[in-house]
């Protein structure tokens, strides 16, 4: 796994939801609305996902948690430097990446 700094990266993690998309019949009817609400692209593991640009009601202005003692568990689980980073990363250029400064 890759190091990363959650200290760094602003909280890409908290800043969209990420929604797997398991029915291409779903997708199929419904690819208008999820384009202008969101992005749809490929997961890591090739499913399709829905990117919405939603940030947690939690997350400070500095890209901190408010709750993080208190954070609930699926935060608690999430893989710092797994494929799910690494994609949020990707999707949410924060900090460095932002300031256009290249990878953090």
């Known amino acids: 796994m890759p190091d990363c700094d959650c200290n760094d990266c602003g909280g890409a993690c ?40 939603a940030a947690c009601r939690h997350l400070s202005d500095d890209g901190r948690c408010r709750i993080y003692d208190r954070r609930p568990r699926d935060c608690r689980q999430y893989a710092v430097g797994g494929q799910s980073c690494l994609a949020a990363r990707r999707a949410v250029p924060t900090g460095r990446q932002a300031a256009g400064l290249g990878e953090t």
């Open 14 to 53: 908290c800043r969209s939801l990420t929604i797997p998309l398991g029915n291409p019949a779903a997708i199929a009817d419904n690819l208008e609305w999820l384009l202008i609400r969101g992005a749809v692209e490929t997961g890591p593991d090739g499913r399709r996902l829905w990117r919405i640009p």
